[in-house]
C-alpha cells in the first residue's frame, strides 16, 4: 500500500511539472507586437527623412556660375544671314526641245534679250508647216468666195438694169395703148396684152431687186466671217512663230546668270525651270530666326550689320509666314550704304532691334535653360557650397541676357551650365 501511494504521488508530481513548462514559438499576440513595431519605425522614418531633398555632388570648378545684375536691358537679338541679289528672275523653258547649243555659262553677266541657249524641236517645225497649209487653204477660199459673190454682184446688178429697162419700155408701150385704147383706135386685145407685159415686167424686176438685195447681204455678212477666220488663222500662225523664236532661251532682265541646268544633247520639257537671273542692282539679306520670336517679329522693324567697324542700317522688309524646323525665314534690305565689298552668300551677324531699352534684372544666357525653359535655376548659396533649385519667371532675351520678372535678386550667383547630369536633384552641393 505504501509503495502504491507514493507511485502515486510521484506520478502526479510529473504531471504537475509537465503542466508547467511553457510553449515556445510565436503566439498570435506576438504577431501584434511585430506590425505595431513596423508602424513605428515607418513614422519614425517618415519623420527623419520627410523633410531631406535629393543631393547631387559636383565639383564647383566643371560649372559656371553667373552673377545676376541690375542693369539696361537692349530688346534685341542676334540672327545670322546671308547676302542674296535683291531679285531672282526664274528661267522656265517657254518650248520644249533638245539643246542645240549653250552660248552663255554661267556666272556671266548678261543683258536682257541675249539668247543663253538654242533648242530644237522637230515637231515644232511640223505645226508650222501644218499652220502655214491651213492658212494658204483659207486664203483660196476666201479669194475663190470673194470673187464668186463679185461676179454674182456683177451678175445681179445686170439683171436689175435689163429688168428695170423691160419695166420702162414695157410701162411706156402700156401708157400708149391705154390711150389708144380710151380713143377706140386698137382693139381690147392689143391693150390687154401691153397690160399684161407690163404686169409681168413690174413682178420680175421685183424678184431681181429682191435677188439682188439678198446677195448683197449674204456677201456682206459672209466675206466679214471668213475675213475673220483669216486674220484668226494669221494669228495662230504668227503665235506658232513666235513658239519658234521660244526656242531661242533669252535673258529676261539684266544680271547675273546665277545657274544653267542645261547641257548640250539634253531634252528639256515644256515648263521646266533651267536656270535663273540674279538682279544685281541691290541686295537683301535673307535670315532664319527661332519661332520664339515669331510673334513680335513684323515688317519694318530696323536692325544693323557691322563691317570693318562700320554700322549698315537694314530695314525688315519680309517675314514669311511658314515654319520650318523651328524656325522662319525673313529678308532684310539696307536703308542707306551698303559694305563696298558686298557679295552674294556671304554671311553677316544682324543685330535685330524688337524693342526700346529698358532697366531690367539682368540674367546672363546659358544652356540652363535648354534643361529648365526658364522655369527654374539653382542659385548658388552665400557660402559658396551648395545650391538650392528655385522657380523663377523669366520675360524678354536678347543675344547675351534673359529679363528675370520673379524669383531673382540682383547680387545672387546662378548655376548657368547644363542641367542634364542633374536629375531630379533638387540640391547641388559644390565640392
Given at each position: 500500500?505504501?509503495?502504491?501511494?507514493?507511485?502515486?504521488?510521484?506520478?502526479?508530481?510529473?504531471?504537475?511539472?509537465?503542466?508547467?513548462?511553457?510553449?515556445?514559438?510565436?503566439?498570435?499576440?506576438?504577431?501584434?507586437?511585430?506590425?505595431?513595431?513596423?508602424l513605428l519605425l515607418f513614422v519614425?522614418?517618415?519623420?527623419?527623412?520627410?523633410?531631406?531633398?535629393?543631393?547631387?555632388?559636383?565639383?564647383?570648378?566643371?560649372?559656371?556660375?553667373?552673377?545676376?545684375?541690375?542693369?539696361?536691358?537692349?530688346?534685341?537679338?542676334?540672327?545670322?544671314?546671308?547676302?542674296?541679289?535683291?531679285?531672282?528672275?526664274?528661267?522656265?523653258?517657254?518650248?520644249?526641245?533638245?539643246?542645240?547649243?549653250?552660248?552663255?555659262?554661267?556666272?556671266?553677266?548678261?543683258?536682257?534679250?541675249?539668247?543663253?541657249?538654242?533648242?530644237?524641236?522637230?515637231?515644232?517645225?511640223?505645226?508650222?508647216?501644218?499652220?502655214?497649209?491651213?492658212?494658204?487653204?483659207?486664203?483660196?477660199?476666201?479669194?475663190?468666195?470673194?470673187?464668186?459673190?463679185?461676179?454674182?454682184?456683177?451678175?445681179?446688178?445686170?439683171?436689175?438694169?435689163?429688168?428695170?429697162?423691160?419695166?420702162?419700155?414695157?410701162?411706156?408701150?402700156?401708157?400708149?395703148?391705154?390711150?389708144?385704147?380710151?380713143?377706140?383706135?386698137?382693139?381690147?386685145?392689143?391693150?390687154?396684152?401691153?397690160?399684161?407685159?407690163?404686169?409681168?415686167?413690174?413682178?420680175?424686176?421685183?424678184?431681181?431687186?429682191?435677188?439682188?438685195?439678198?446677195?448683197?447681204?449674204?456677201?456682206?455678212?459672209?466675206?466679214?466671217?471668213?475675213?475673220?477666220?483669216?486674220?484668226?488663222?494669221?494669228?495662230?500662225?504668227?503665235?506658232?512663230?513666235?513658239?519658234?523664236?521660244?526656242?531661242?532661251?533669252?535673258?529676261?532682265?539684266?544680271?547675273?546668270?546665277?545657274?544653267?541646268?542645261?547641257?548640250?544633247?539634253?531634252?528639256?520639257?515644256?515648263?521646266?525651270?533651267?536656270?535663273?537671273?540674279?538682279?544685281?542692282?541691290?541686295?537683301?539679306?535673307?535670315?532664319?530666326?527661332?519661332?520664339?520670336?515669331?510673334?513680335?517679329?513684323?515688317?519694318?522693324?530696323?536692325?544693323?550689320?557691322?563691317?570693318?567697324?562700320?554700322?549698315?542700317?537694314?530695314?525688315?522688309?519680309?517675314?514669311?509666314?511658314?515654319?520650318?524646323?523651328?524656325?522662319?525665314?525673313?529678308?532684310?534690305?539696307?536703308?542707306a550704304d551698303k559694305p563696298e565689298?558686298?557679295?552674294?552668300?556671304?554671311?553677316?551677324?544682324?543685330?535685330?532691334?524688337?524693342?526700346?531699352?529698358?532697366?531690367?534684372?539682368?540674367?546672363?544666357?546659358?544652356?540652363?535653360?535648354?534643361?529648365?525653359?526658364?522655369?527654374?535655376?539653382?542659385?548658388?548659396?552665400?557660402?559658396?557650397?551648395?545650391?538650392?533649385?528655385?522657380?523663377?519667371?523669366?520675360?524678354?532675351?536678347?543675344?547675351?541676357?534673359?529679363?528675370?520678372?520673379?524669383?531673382?535678386?540682383?547680387?545672387?550667383?546662378?548655376?548657368?551650365?547644363?542641367?542634364?547630369?542633374?536629375?531630379?536633384?533638387?540640391?547641388i552641393v559644390l565640392k
Open positions: 500500500m505504501i509503495s502504491l501511494f507514493r507511485e502515486m504521488k510521484i506520478k502526479k508530481r510529473i504531471k504537475m511539472d509537465i503542466q508547467l513548462e511553457k510553449k515556445k514559438g510565436l503566439r498570435p499576440k506576438h504577431y501584434g507586437y511585430i506590425a505595431l513595431g513596423i519614425g522614418y517618415q519623420l527623419i527623412f520627410a523633410t531631406s531633398v535629393s543631393t547631387f555632388r559636383t565639383e564647383k570648378d566643371k560649372l559656371s556660375i553667373a552673377d545676376v545684375s541690375q542693369g539696361k536691358f537692349d530688346d534685341y537679338i542676334t540672327i545670322n544671314g546671308n547676302v542674296a541679289p535683291i531679285a531672282t528672275i526664274y528661267m522656265d523653258a517657254y518650248e520644249g526641245g533638245r539643246v542645240e547649243e549653250k552660248l552663255i555659262e554661267e556666272g556671266a553677266m548678261v543683258k536682257k534679250g541675249d539668247i543663253i541657249l538654242k533648242l530644237d524641236n522637230i515637231n515644232l517645225y511640223e505645226q508650222i508647216l501644218q499652220s502655214e497649209s491651213g492658212l494658204a487653204l483659207k486664203q483660196n477660199d476666201l479669194r475663190q468666195t470673194r470673187l464668186t459673190f463679185d461676179s454674182r454682184q456683177v451678175e445681179g446688178r445686170r439683171s436689175l438694169a435689163t429688168a428695170s429697162t423691160e419695166l420702162q419700155r414695157l410701162k411706156r408701150n402700156f401708157e400708149q395703148n391705154k390711150a389708144l385704147f380710151e380713143e377706140e383706135l386698137i382693139s381690147a386685145e392689143a391693150y390687154q396684152l401691153s397690160k399684161e407685159n407690163y404686169e409681168l415686167s413690174q413682178k420680175q424686176y421685183e424678184i431681181v431687186k429682191v435677188q439682188t438685195e439678198n446677195d448683197n447681204k449674204l456677201r456682206e455678212t459672209s466675206l466679214p466671217v471668213l475675213e475673220t477666220d483669216l486674220n484668226r488663222m494669221q494669228k495662230t500662225l504668227g503665235m506658232v512663230y513666235q513658239r519658234l523664236d521660244h526656242l531661242n532661251v533669252r535673258a529676261p532682265a539684266d544680271g547675273q546668270l546665277g545657274f544653267l541646268d542645261a547641257e548640250i544633247g539634253q531634252n528639256i520639257t515644256q515648263g521646266q525651270r533651267i536656270g535663273q537671273i540674279n538682279v544685281l542692282t541691290d541686295y537683301k539679306i535673307e535670315a532664319s530666326i527661332d519661332e520664339h520670336y515669331i510673334d513680335r517679329v513684323q515688317r519694318d522693324l530696323v536692325a544693323t550689320i557691322e563691317r570693318s567697324g562700320t554700322e549698315y542700317p537694314l530695314r525688315l522688309r519680309k517675314v514669311y509666314p511658314e515654319v520650318r524646323n523651328g524656325k522662319f525665314k525673313v529678308d532684310l534690305v539696307f536703308t565689298t558686298i557679295r552674294t552668300g556671304q554671311s553677316y551677324n544682324i543685330k535685330l532691334q524688337l524693342g526700346e531699352s529698358s532697366e531690367a534684372l539682368l540674367l546672363p544666357k546659358g544652356s540652363f535653360f535648354q534643361s529648365t525653359g526658364g522655369q527654374w535655376i539653382f542659385v548658388v548659396g552665400p557660402n559658396g557650397d551648395e545650391a538650392i533649385r528655385r522657380n523663377i519667371r523669366i520675360g524678354k532675351q536678347n543675344s547675351r541676357y534673359y529679363e528675370v520678372l520673379e524669383g531673382l535678386q540682383a547680387g545672387e550667383q546662378v548655376i548657368t551650365s547644363n542641367y542634364d547630369t542633374f536629375g531630379e536633384a533638387e540640391r
